[in-house]
Structures are given as C-alpha cells and as structure tokens.
C-alpha cells in the first residue's frame, strides 16, 4: 500500500454509493447509528453476535504490528446483544 503516515486512519470500507459518499438512511432523518468495535461494545456490556459481519473497517497505521498497519472493524447496535452473565 505504500508510505503511510503514522496513526493516521487511511481507509474505509463500508456501504458507498457511486461517488464514494457513504449512503446511511437514519442519519437523513436526523439520526446517528451508535457503532463501536467489538471491544467497545464488550465495555458497554454488549457482545457482538457469532457471525456479525462488520458495518465497515477502518484500517489504520500501526507502527508496532509486523506489516505495520491493523484493521478496527465496527459493528451496530442491532449486530449485538447484552452478555450474558
């Protein structure tokens, strides 16, 4: 992928229309989709369902890992459910 700037996030993956604009029918109605990483939602208190496919990924460069980036990928809240304790 080349030279990348360090702790920089450099690319999304996620539902896009054809001009690279990301398409999110509740925020056109004035609402925002609560996303967090599986970690996140675990401090929550959530847990992210067996087979959830990630609402995106955000690849971000990480000079501590071998290939020097690490992928963080996001989920909603209708892809978790509370732990069970």
């Given amino acids: 992928m080349g030279h990348l ?4 996030c450099f690319f999304l993956r996620g539902s896009e229309n054809g001009m690279g604009q990301r398409q999110d029918p509740q925020r056109s ?4 989709r609560e996303t967090h990483t599986w970690y996140g939602w675990k401090e929550l208190g959530y847990e992210v369902i067996h087979e959830s496919k990630a609402l995106y990924q955000a690849v971000i460069a990480d000079p501590a890992t071998k290939s020097g980036t690490r992928k963080t990928s996001y989920f909603g809240l209708s892809q978790v ?5």
């Fill in 29 to 32: 109605e004035g609402r925002s």
């Fill in 5 to 8: 700037p360090q702790g920089r």
């Fill in 81 to 85: 459910q509370p732990i069970s304790a």
